[in-house]
C-alpha cells in the first residue's frame, strides 16, 4: 500500500508568479484535502476534493484552486503568489463515505515566496 | 472564535508524567475528531480518532464530551519519544479542522 505524495518537495518562486503542486493519494482513498501551514502553526484548511469535485473550502481567496483527476491524485493551484504564500503545503487523502475516517499526509511541499 | 482550539504550552514534564490536554470546538454539527501527532518539520501523522465512548491505545486515551463540545488526550507513564506536537482535529466529511497544536517536551 503507497502512501499520500507530494511533489516537489521545495519550491522558490517569486512574488507574482503562478505554482503548481502535485500530490498522489494512497490507494484506497477517495478524497483528498489540502492544507497550508505556517511556522508554529497549526494545518489551515484550503479546501477537499471529492470525486473529481470540491465540496469543501476554507478561508482561503480564489487564486487558490484545485483539481482531482480520476485517479484521486490532485494538483494546487495558487495564481498571484504573495509573501505570505510561503508556507509548507500538505496534502492529505482518506476514506469518506460519510464518515471520515483521518487523513493520512503527504510529507508536504515547503513553498518560499520572495 | 477558531473552530477547534487548543492551548498551545508548551508543556515541559518529566519522563513518567502523565499529561492531560484539552481541546473545545465550535461546530456543534462536527461529527469526525482525532488527535494527530507532528514532529519538527515532519506531517501530522494520526495518532488516534476519538468516539463518544471514549477510546483507549496503550498508554493513550482520548475522549469527547459532545455536549460541552471539548475533546481530551491523557498520556500516562510518557516517554522521551512522546516529545512532539499534539494536534486536536474535528469537523465533517467535507471539512476537517485542525488546532494550533500544543506542544509536549518530556525531559528525562
Known amino acids: 500500500e503507497t502512501g499520500v505524495t507530494q511533489s516537489p518537495t521545495h519550491l522558490i518562486k517569486t512574488r507574482g508568479q503562478q505554482v503548481t503542486l502535485r500530490c498522489s493519494s494512497q490507494s484506497g482513498h477517495n478524497t483528498v484535502s489540502w492544507y497550508q501551514q505556517a511556522l508554529g502553526q497549526g494545518p489551515q484548511f484550503i479546501f477537499q476534493y471529492y470525486r473529481e469535485e470540491e465540496n469543501g473550502r476554507g478561508n482561503f481567496p480564489p487564486r487558490f484552486s484545485g483539481l482531482q483527476f480520476p485517479n484521486y491524485s490532485s494538483e494546487l493551484n495558487v495564481n498571484a503568489l504573495e509573501l505570505d504564500d510561503s508556507a509548507l503545503y500538505l496534502c492529505?487523502?482518506?476514506?469518506?463515505?460519510?464518515?471520515?475516517?483521518?487523513?493520512?499526509f503527504g510529507s508536504g511541499t515547503r513553498l518560499t515566496v520572495v | 472564535r477558531k473552530e477547534v482550539e487548543q492551548d498551545p504550552g508548551p508543556f515541559n514534564v518529566p519522563e513518567g508524567a502523565t499529561v492531560a490536554f484539552n481541546c473545545t470546538y465550535s461546530n456543534s454539527a462536527s461529527q469526525s475528531f482525532f488527535w494527530y501527532r507532528q514532529d519538527c518539520r515532519k506531517e501530522p501523522k494520526l495518532l488516534m480518532s476519538?468516539?463518544?465512548s471514549g477510546n483507549e491505545d496503550g498508554r493513550f486515551t482520548a475522549q469527547l464530551n459532545r455536549a460541552s463540545q471539548y475533546i481530551s488526550l491523557l498520556i500516562r507513564d510518557s516517554k522521551l519519544s512522546d516529545s512532539a506536537t499534539y494536534l486536536c482535529?474535528?469537523?465533517?466529511?467535507?471539512?476537517?479542522?485542525f488546532g494550533s497544536g500544543t506542544r509536549l517536551s518530556i525531559r528525562p
Open positions: 476519538v468516539y463518544s
Open positions: 492529505a487523502s482518506s476514506l469518506v463515505d460519510g464518515t471520515n475516517y483521518g487523513y493520512t
Open positions: 482535529v474535528g469537523g465533517s466529511a467535507s471539512k476537517i479542522i
